[in-house]
């Protein structure tokens, strides 16, 4: 085995070693949940993990692959997740199948993620820097307040749907007949939506995604995307088609995190677009940046660690949230010092070549 | 008439988000990052005025001081204490900092001043009636267009005329050229920061004066809409965020009272994205093509 993996590429390595660390980490974490060994909280917070593994590293194909500052990853979110619950409750009598309504209900949710990502991202990736970050930004709320302003039902006829612009129009405007069941509820949002993600699907999602992400940096594709963020005048000299590339990654990204979405909406039987607000994003841009821009694994852990962190200092109640702002600023603080990168680069000396491209 | 009481309550509103506005592009244009922790300040602002008239019984004008001064004492620590380390960090960096920072001032202001909503009384109360009573502006509205005026021409006249002024937009232009020319570049940028966030604390009253309520999160929507106008107008532009600010205002105003209340904010955003396609260096921004 040692001799094989020494003729294998250091950045193959890496990858085998997310995926295997993240089957074990599942297989860990479905004995112990199996067990009953794990807190209620715990075991509450399985699928949004794996909900925010998924987002953190899509939205790392963005930041940290493409390089380019996105604010509105949580809009995808939003659209996958609703899409994604008018799916699986509008099947529920057609598929009675749980699993495979899940599975449809995120293909459904990252179907409508990545058209919504071609819609932004044809006009937007032509801006550059902080600029193209005000307009994800901005894309993020208009997608908040688009879906606040849904109202949908279902009957037998098929799907109604009501655009409540101006605020006048209720679900009686949907026109349902007696069988028919109001899905969206405008600014009440998603409400007695029936739970049926589960963490296996988490889980399979998270494998999923790690496996389009991958393979798509190790590929021709994401060299050219890479090239882009390292240089793009001089991709751009050497025949590199900087829209198709920007937006393969961008279109990547937002699918994956509509699929994540979706699997969030159907984990809660009430959920308001609200949710995905800007501070959503900014979350989830956390991860990314504490786990390593570029760093798969990184975001993994970075997800992990920092949604149960807030739950972890649940004991010292009001100060948790105060706690996990000092906590992020002195994280980032140590980690950009100079002193404390030499010391890192002392101890782990191997690492410090993979950090670029792993 | 109607139109005419939109249009000016969108000035009064533009006017507050340009003064905001102005403290987002300054920091921008200098330290090349975005204060997320801006909006916050703001809000800092707003309580510190507030209780220096409710539990001290101080007059306005002497609460709008003082809230001044301990958002400008504000502003300069966390200047030191958060960005100033992070002066060679990516940007990305900064920005993840600027946000711990927000987190931390809104969830401070939540244990000290509570969550729930407070009342706030305009510094100034009352208003004109013109045209038989038909068109009413409150002085507060007055007064922030008139304040919004004053500061625009302060701030040209220093960024202009005075040496500090002069060593801001040079290390704007290029930090390390300021710096061989004897500028101090540290310095220059926390004067920078005290600047703003004594406009973030002015704008804290005019806000909450017009706003009449007061909480932890009231900071965070102005300050991500007053962040858009700085980028409409061009950021680092003095001119153009008044101008931005300004658009932005009246078009959020109308919109709410013409197309949609529910959407208003997604068509204050259409216009800046639509704007940014057009001129991608926002309305007098200027377009720096990329060096080979």
């Known amino acids: ?85 008018v799916a699986a409750m509008s099947l529920q009598t057609v598929i009675p199948s749980e699993p495979l309504r899940l599975a449809i209900a995120l293909v459904v949710g990252a179907i409508f993620a990545a058209i ?117 005048i001089a991709a751009e000299s050497v025949g590199i088609n900087v829209t198709k590339y920007k937006l393969m990654a961008f279109v990547t990204s937002a699918a994956l995190a509509g699929a994540a979405g979706a699997l969030y909406g159907l984990n809660f039987s009430n959920l308001v677009a609200t949710k995905f607000d800007f501070n959503t994003s900014i979350l989830v841009l956390v991860f990314v940046v504490l786990g390593g821009l570029g760093n798969i694994w990184g975001s993994i852990i970075a997800a992990t660690v920092l949604t149960i962190l807030p739950e972890a200092l649940r ?16 994280v980032m603080l140590a980690t950009n010092n100079p002193q404390m990168k030499t010391l890192f680069a002392k101890l782990i000396p191997v690492r410090r070549g993979e950090k670029v491209n792993g | 008439m109607e139109f005419l009481s939109y249009l000016i309550s969108g000035i009064s509103l533009g006017s507050v988000y340009a003064i905001i506005a102005l403290g987002y592009t300054m920091v921008y ?58 002066r060679a960090a990516p940007s990305l960096a900064v920005l993840i900092t600027a946000i711990g920072v927000s987190y931390f001032l809104q969830n401070a202001a939540l244990l000290l001043w509570g969550a729930s909503p407070k009342a706030y009384t305009p510094i100034i109360a009352g208003s004109v009636k013109l045209f038989e009573g038909q068109l009413s502006i409150s ?14 021409i302060a701030l040209t006249l220093f960024t ?50 017009s706003y009449t309520s007061l909480m932890p999160t009231t900071g965070s929507m102005p300050g991500i809409k007053a962040f858009t106008a700085a980028v409409f107008g061009g950021i680092g532009s003095i001119p153009g965020a008044l101008l931005g600010g300004v658009l932005l205002g009246i078009i959020e105003s109308l919109a709410k009272a013409y197309i949609s209340t529910q959407l208003a904010n997604s068509i204050v955003f259409a216009v800046l994205i639509i704007t940014l396609l057009v001129r991608p260096a926002g309305l007098l921004g200027k377009y720096v093509p990329e060096k080979v």
Not at chain 2, 54 to 81: D, K, Q, R
Not at chain 2, 169 to 195: H, P, W, Y
């Open chain 1, 1 to 85: 085995m040692k001799l094989k993996s020494r003729k294998l590429k250091k950045t193959t390595v890496i990858d085998f070693a997310t995926y295997i660390g993240v089957v074990l980490a599942f297989i860990i974490m479905n004995t112990l949940k199996n067990q009953g060994m794990l807190t209620r909280s715990l075991t509450g917070q399985l699928i949004p993990i794996c909900c925010y593994i998924v987002m953190a590293v899509s939205l790392n194909l963005t930041v940290g692959i493409l390089g380019e500052l996105s604010l509105g990853h949580a809009g995808f979110m939003s659209v996958g997740a609703f899409s994604g619950v």
């Open chain 1, 116 to 232: 919504a990502g071609t819609l932004v991202g044809i006009p937007v990736l032509r801006l550059r820097g902080d600029y193209l970050a005000i307009v994800t930004l901005a894309f993020g709320e208009i997608i908040k307040e688009l879906i606040n302003c849904l109202i949908i039902g279902v009957d037998e006829t098929g799907l109604h749907i009501v655009f409540n612009a101006t605020g006048t129009k209720s679900v009686n405007d949907l026109g349902l007949s007696e069988a028919g069941r109001v899905l969206i509820k405008g600014a009440q949002g998603a409400t007695g939506t029936q739970t049926i993600a589960s963490f296996t699907a988490g889980f399979i999602l998270i494998m999923i995604s790690l496996v389009v992400i991958l393979n798509l940096v190790r590929s021709r594709s994401g060299r050219a995307i890479m090239a882009l963020r390292d240089n793009r």
């Open chain 1, 315 to 330: 004991g010292f109640d009001d100060y948790r949230m105060l706690i996990y702002a000092i906590v992020l600023i002195l």
């Open chain 2, 29 to 86: 244009g200098i330290a090349k990052m975005l204060n997320f922790a801006h909006g916050d300040v703001i809000m800092v602002g707003g309580y510190i005025s507030l209780l220096s008239m409710t539990s001290l019984g101080l007059p306005w004008w002497l609460a709008v001081i003082l809230a001044m001064v301990v958002c400008t004492v504000l502003g300069v620590v966390i200047e030191g204490l958060a960005y100033k380390p992070l």
């Open chain 2, 139 to 152: 002085y507060v509205s007055m007064l922030t267009v008139f304040m919004c005026i004053v500061i625009m």
């Open chain 2, 160 to 209: 202009g005329k005075t040496r500090m002024g002069k060593a801001m937009r040079a290390c704007s232009e290029d930090k390390s050229a300021a710096q061989l020319m004897g500028i101090n570049v540290n310095r220059t940028i926390s004067m920078t920061f005290a600047i703003g966030s004594a406009l973030a604390a002015i704008a804290g009253v005019l806000l909450c004066s």
